[in-house]
């Protein structure tokens, strides 16, 4: 009768008996589950979970075994030949929405042996591999419409490094916080389904990842938000980022990193020996009109920094 039903070819209790643990151990299904879906095979489970857990089985037991596989051989040939229609009838709940080709990826995301499992263990962990393939559905959404949206990058950190500009410095400052929040997101390894959801949400939404396209503009916001009043003293940006570059900051955190305010101050020897006479004429000029130079370059709009900060 098992070889019959599992397809093997046995010919000893024991071999019998470990064919039937092997094939358990992968169905993707609580014993408890299912006897409590299927009221008539209650017996017949029992005694599979018996051999699953290496218990002793009797001869009256083996007797039962027998009669209950040659009963139900009907309904065992069922529920063994299609476990991912009895995993989808047993877990219904848990997998609304999703299609028969995700639900066999769920059911095969589980490493638990759902088997021993109780049927509250057992959901438990079916609602959990449910909820995390869900996640990662809204995760690869989110990534796919932020590479389609910058070109290819992978993240925001991504893009900073790659134009070798902060995000954020070219962002707006009436959704600087929004973006902020999603971007940490984005950056992070560690998501919360919330976070991930926010995120997209507002990538959706976003209306600027044109304008952060246009080199011009991102050369624009670096001089501003991170060279500030020293634009004009220092006009080869290239030299500026490869300054930066050799620090151990990340491109993504030049703008918010105290120590790239402390390097500006080392950036006028990046010039040419008339650019480092124009710095101390600007600040010989200026010196004592502190107060005025000050109402004139108190930093963009964006986030509040600019000569006030160097």
């Given at each position: ?87 989808i ?15 066999e ?12 499992l ?12 449910a909820d ?39 962002i ?6 929004e ?63 490869s ?64 000569c006030k900060?160097?």
């Amino acid at each position: 009768m098992t070889n019959a039903l599992l397809n093997v070819s046995k010919d000893s209790k024991e071999g019998a008996f470990k064919s039937w643990r092997e094939l358990l151990k992968f169905l993707g299904l609580s014993c408890e589950s299912i006897q409590a879906k299927y009221p008539a095979l209650n017996n017949l489970f029992t005694l599979l979970l018996k051999i699953v857990n290496y218990e002793d089985i009797l001869p009256d037991n083996m007797k039962m075994l027998r009669d209950e596989l040659t009963i139900h051989n009907t309904e065992m040939h069922d529920l063994l030949s299609s476990p991912l229609n009895s995993f989808i009838d047993l877990y219904a709940p848990y997998l609304t929405g999703f299609s028969h080709e995700e639900c066999e990826i769920i059911k095969n995301s589980i490493t638990e042996d759902m088997f021993v499992l109780s049927a509250t263990k057992g959901n438990a962990v079916v609602k959990k591999a449910a909820d995390d393939y869900r996640k990662g559905q809204v995760k690869d959404q989110l990534f796919r419409l932020w590479s389609e949206r910058t070109g290819g990058t992978k993240s925001p950190k991504h893009w900073s490094e790659h134009y070798k500009t902060p995000i954020l410095c070219c962002i707006d400052p009436e959704i600087y916080g929004e973006a902020k929040k999603a971007f940490a997101g984005l950056n992070s390894s560690q998501h919360s389904e919330s976070e991930i959801k926010m995120a997209l949400e507002f990538c959706e939404g976003a209306d600027f990842f044109d304008v952060i396209a246009d080199s011009d503009y991102r050369n624009k916001c670096f001089m501003e938000q991170i060279v500030g009043c020293y634009s004009k003293l220092l006009p080869d940006i290239t030299a500026i980022r490869s300054a930066l570059e050799d620090t151990d900051i990340a491109p993504y955190d030049w703008a918010d990193d105290p120590r790239i305010k402390a390097k500006s101050r080392t950036w006028p020897v990046l010039n040419t020996t008339r650019g480092q006479r124009r710095c101390h004429q600007y600040h010989r000029i200026h010196a004592d009109r502190p107060t005025e130079d000050m109402a004139k370059t108190a930093g963009s709009k964006r986030h509040g920094t600019g000569c006030k900060d160097y």
